[in-house]
Nanobody, 124 residues
Framework: QVQLVETGGGLVQAGGSLRLSCAASGRTFSTNAMGWFRQAPGKEREFVAVVWGSGGSTYYADSVKGRFTISRDNAKNLVYLQMNSLKPEDTAVYYC?????????????????WGQGTQVTVSS
């Protein structure tokens, strides 16, 4: 099992920045990819960003490309999501997720473990 805990959410004005952190514990060696998803009220959970493989390849949703950056610190079992130029439409609960295999990483079904989520609210 892998346990994931997200921190760093909060309230920020449009145009501001936040950095989310995800701490992984347990059988972290079994994970290949780490991703971030978000879910706004009344909407489905949507992909935000993922980092995978030994080389740390990354991929982003078009809606956040150029504004968000995903990174990881393997030595500390941490994954980060730096969010800049935030918009009100970025308001959601943000979830960290871990996948054992590098497949279907753009969809929730590609992930095996999930954190409890952290709220991000962007005011206009």
């Amino acid at each position: 099992q892998v346990q994931l805990v997200e921190t760093g959410g909060g309230l920020v004005q449009a145009g501001g920045s936040l950095r989310l952190s995800c701490a992984a514990s347990g059988r972290t060696f079994s994970t290949n990819a780490m991703g971030w998803f978000r879910q706004a009220p009344g909407k489905e959970r949507e992909f935000v960003a993922v980092v995978w493989g030994s080389g740390g390849s990354t991929y982003y949703a078009d809606s956040v490309k150029g504004r968000f950056t995903i990174s990881r610190d393997n030595a500390k079992n941490l994954v980060y999501l730096q969010m800049n130029s935030l918009k009100p439409e970025d308001t959601a609960v943000y979830y960290c997720a871990a996948a054992r295999a590098a497949a279907a990483l753009g969809t929730p079904r590609g992930y095996d473990y999930w954190g409890q989520g952290t709220q991000v609210t962007v005011s206009s």
